[in-house]
């Protein structure tokens, strides 16, 4: 499926206000932080935006032209949401030991975990800052919103990080965990556009909660691409989430069913450290023929349908909403 154009719109309207926010940072954050970015060494011009899917930034310039706003007024909240979620991957790679994202080397593989971690907390602040630098009352709002979302986030992240060392893992608890570490993001995302634009809580919820159940659509195609992604296309090594033994929604869903396969998974999640490349083999194999990849895919499309009807019935711009009616389902059926 086809990127859909609004993506691109976002990527050239949010770009040069990312670079001038990253610009900002003093010599030593601003070099780790614009090649997490993908920096161009050759002329100083980051990717921005571009060298991720740039779908947050893309729903916070849609939610303002949702309500009637241009584009344009949605640009603080989508440096905002951009930088708190690049902040979480540059952390997040950390964690999880990763060295490498879009195809290149990590930051803290690049600059060392000191320099990936000041880096990611230059990030968080920044987001924070560029909401406050014209201190409206809609951008109060739109700051307060952000912290929420931040502070789900990372309880969220905290959940995945307490599932290493549980085997008891259900659908229900994995859910929970995916709608606070991305859904809550997505959510502010897709809404807060609406909020700077000073649209009527109607409207600012409806779009909230359109970006809530995206993001655990997206969480879901993102968990399956984790296992049996194309590495040459995810920019991950295949089975890294397998390797590392997180409890993601294919693995949450065999555990859950508590039949011979859960056992088998069990047994092998037991032990400690990576997985070797055997044994991913042979769990991914486990929990496709347990249907953890079929019953994934089918979360991700309810989520998606859930997400659709909550734009159904509140006054938002028809042409707008088709937008983003595209947007969740090119979420949904992406392989990157």
Known sequence: MAAPDCLERARLLVEPALEAAVDRLCADLRLPAGYHFGWDEHNGSPAGVGAGKG????????????????????????????????????????????????????????FGVDDAVISGDALHTLAFQVLLDDPTPERVVATTRLVDATAAMIAGQA?????????????????????????????????????????????????EAFGQEMGLA?????????????????????????????????????????????????????????LSDADVIRVAALIEEAGGRDRTVVEARQHLDTALDTLGGVDLVETVVVELAGLACFVVERDF
């Open 159 to 207: 959940a995945d990080m307490a599932f290493d060392d549980r085997l008891d893992v259900d659908l229900a608890a994995c859910l929970a965990m995916e709608a606070d570490k991305t859904g809550a993001l997505l959510g502010y995302a897709a809404s807060v556009g609406a909020v700077l634009a000073g649209a009527d809580t109607t409207r600012v919820n409806a779009l």
């Open 218 to 274: 997206f969480q879901a195609v993102d968990d399956v691409l984790g296992i049996w992604g194309d590495p040459t296309v995810t920019g991950k090594a295949a089975g890294n989430d397998l390797r590392e033994r997180k409890k993601s929604l294919p693995v949450a869903l065999v555990l859950d069913a508590g039949d011979s396969a859960a056992d088998e998974l069990r047994a092998v999640y037991a032990g400690d450290g990576d």
């Open 55 to 110: 779908l947050r930034p893309t729903l916070a310039l849609l939610s303002a032209e949702a309500v009637g706003a241009p584009a344009e007024v949605g640009v603080p909240g989508a440096v905002a949401v951009e930088l708190v979620h690049n902040f979480s991957l540059v952390h997040d790679d950390i964690i999880d030991g990763d060295t490498e994202r879009r195809h290149r080397a990590t930051v803290w593989s690049a």
